[in-house]
């Protein structure tokens, strides 16, 4: 079979302060940051993962975090030149650098542009100064006024902002606002969150006092109709866009795609002839930037594990999947797999049309509890690798 679409996707794992909330591979910043270091042992480790380019384009490629616009556009633009001599990029290759309105302005954005990034995405997360507050944001709504503002006059065609609700405290009447605030600067691409409490994160060990489970369900009855009456899709369950503007890495993922992933504390989903293979890199920057061998872990995945993974992604698209790519990215058709979804849908949680199964409204809301149903099938089938 053919393989995958496949991603890169760069971790610059330092931020300005943790968030109370975040549980991504981050560090607060100490002092100038090893700019010149972390780029050359990105560059090294790019140079030591030729195996899993060879014969391959690079379709997207993802400065993730952390938060990558501490880096100078120079430095982003020394990474993209050495991507560029070392790879092979489709010609309307997406590059996209996530941002915090905290550490940017017009020139810092513009030089971006110049180094060759083409997307942007905004980690606005409210626009009610005192739920930024209560998030640990660095930055006020302002901010995130100026950032929106600054993104389109550089000329970027094409940015996201991430809104999360369910904040502390939160009705739905100020989720909404605050969501309608957000639709008023009409950005191209809308990524709604929940926010939700991870392990070991400072909310874990002191956790807010969140809406009600009930209370929840209507903050996001009120936020997805208020998205989808301003004329986006909801292409994606957190995703939202006007035509044209989603988010081609993202898809990938969700299409259970291949990404090469570089950086401290990175994971790749790489597809070979022995299967489907997860690599994570070192957690610790000192490390990355010192050790020739980043690798922490590479796991040859269960034939059951890769179903299950697919389903998780490929679920959270509204259109949901075909049995091609179902059985493109997994060995599986329909027939192999019907006792995973048979009770689904007669429970009218999945539509499953000819040669295409998606969740249905009441199936999006509960796709949690349907994924927990569909890993635990999954975990009795035959175990053997993929």
């Avoid at 000819?354 to 409204?361: A, M, N, S, V």
């Amino acid at each position: 079979m053919p393989l995958p679409p496949l991603s890169l996707y760069i971790h610059i794992p330092w931020c300005v302060a943790k968030c109370p909330y975040c549980d991504f591979h981050s560090l607060a910043r100490r002092g100038p940051l090893p700019e010149g270091p972390y780029v050359r042992a990105l560059l090294d480790d790019l140079d030591r993962s030729q195996a899993a380019l060879r014969g391959r384009k690079i379709q997207t490629i993802f400065f993730g975090g952390g938060t990558p616009s501490l880096f100078a556009g120079a430095a982003v633009g020394e990474i993209l030149e050495g991507v560029n001599r070392r790879a092979t990029l489709e010609a309307d290759c997406e590059i996209t650098l996530e941002a915090n309105p905290g550490t940017i302005d017009s020139r810092r954005f513009q030089a971006f542009r110049e180094a060759g990034v083409t997307r942007l995405s905004l980690g606005v997360q409210s626009l009610h100064d005192p739920s930024l507050r209560r998030l640990g944001r660095i930055h006020n709504a302002r901010d995130a006024y100026d950032a929106m503002e600054a993104a389109a006059g550089a000329g970027f065609r094409s940015f996201n902002i991430d809104l999360m609700y369910g904040l502390p405290d939160q009705t739905a009447a100020k989720a909404l606002a605050d969501v309608r605030a957000a639709l008023a600067v009409d950005p191209p691409h809308l990524s709604l969150y929940e926010l939700t409490i991870e392990a070991h994160t400072a909310f874990a060990h002191d956790p807010p006092v969140l809406p009600s489970e009930d209370e929840r369900m209507a903050i996001e009855d009120a936020v997805t109709q208020a998205a989808g009456a301003a004329g986006y899709d909801r292409y994606e369950v957190s995703a939202y866009t006007r035509p044209g503007y989603r988010c081609a890495h993202n898809l990938n993922y969700w299409r259970f795609g291949d990404y090469l992933g570089l950086g401290t504390g990175a994971h790749s989903k790489l597809t070979g002839p022995e299967g489907v293979t997860r690599v994570a890199r070192i957690a610790d920057p000192a490390r990355y930037m010192g050790d020739h061998d980043r690798i922490a872990s590479r796991r040859l995945m269960a034939r059951r594990d890769v179903v299950f993974e697919f389903l998780l992604n490929a679920l959270r698209l509204t259109e949901g999947f075909s049995q091609d790519l179902l059985y493109a990215r997994t060995g599986y058709d329909f027939t192999d797999l019907e006792s995973l979804w048979a009770h689904a849908v007669t429970r009218s949680l999945l539509w499953r049309e000819g040669d295409w199964i998606r969740t249905t409204p009441l199936g999006r809301r509960f796709l949690d509890a349907l994924l927990a149903e569909f890993l635990a099938i999954t975990e009795i089938m035959p175990a053997e690798v993929s």
